[in-house]
């Protein structure tokens, strides 16, 4: 993003993204569910992520100062990079590291499954906030891409402000109506989305759901020509419940369990 704004001093913004999605897979045996965990926790070990996020502290136009990573026993991994743009490269002395405590990237992934159910699930949690006139929501379709993205929540916030050559304060420098205005729209049209937005405090908030469920990219070494027509509605219809229970964030169908 380019900042046409003419500013009295340094840009003083900070922007933070808030940026999780799940993926959501049948795995019919205790077997296929743990073989699921380690699948996704290799795919997505600490050195994949390191990668992603080097990636899109390019895209914004970050520069990387450090990089933390780590994978969890039994699984999981987290990765962490302290970021500046182009007008903060540090000089040199401790107190740099002190002025960019606001500008990162942290993620953090979760595999996980319930052995009474054949649902596993793997959540990314990534959050970037930075400083200055880099924007963390021009990365928002590689992000989405980079992952099985089957329910994505996003929460947008600018906060503090800076000023113009005259002394005004501006409280944000880009225009937003919405998250989804980041959004390609040939994504968007793969999800149903809803925003929750307060425009006051600069504060977005948006949750997308898949509309589509095309059920073999979902069965985790199962070929959908294994299944009945009927086990494959009753799974087809077990994701679909899965997915909305996140998407709302509370368990709005009770329990139950698979059959298939």
Do not use: W
Not at 20 to 47: G, M, R, W
Request: hydrophobic share 35%.
């Amino acid at each position: 993003m380019v900042n046409k704004l003419k500013l009295y001093g340094f840009n003083n913004l900070t922007k933070s993204l808030s940026f999780n999605i799940y993926d959501v897979c049948y795995a019919k045996t205790p077997k296929a569910q743990l073989d699921y965990i380690a699948y996704v926790d290799e795919a997505y070990n600490s050195e994949r992520i390191t990668d992603i996020m080097k990636h899109l502290t390019e895209m914004i136009g970050a520069q990387v100062l450090s990089i933390s990573r780590q994978d969890y026993d039994p699984q999981g991994a987290s990765a962490t990079f302290l970021i500046a743009d182009d007008t903060m490269i540090p000089s040199g002395g401790n107190e740099t590291v002190a002025h960019l405590d606001k500008s990162h990237v942290t993620v953090h992934t979760y595999p996980e499954y319930h052995p009474d159910t054949s649902i596993a699930t793997f959540r990314v949690d990534i959050d970037v906030a930075t400083c200055g006139k880099i924007t963390p929501l021009t990365a928002l379709d590689y992000l989405i891409g980079s992952f099985d993205s089957d329910i994505i929540t996003m929460d947008y916030r600018v906060r503090g402000f800076t000023r113009d050559l005259d002394g005004e304060k501006i409280f944000i420098d880009h225009d937003i109506t919405s998250i989804q205005n980041y959004i390609d729209e040939s994504i968007l049209n793969k999800y149903d989305a809803v925003d929750i937005n307060v425009y006051q405090a600069n504060m977005f908030h948006t949750k997308m759901l898949i509309k589509e469920i095309e059920l073999q990219n979902y069965l985790f070494n199962t070929d959908v020509r294994e299944l009945s027509p009927r086990s494959r509605l009753d799974i087809t219809n077990n994701l679909r419940k899965e997915m909305i229970e996140i998407f709302s964030g509370r368990n709005v169908f009770g329990s139950g369990s698979f059959s298939g």
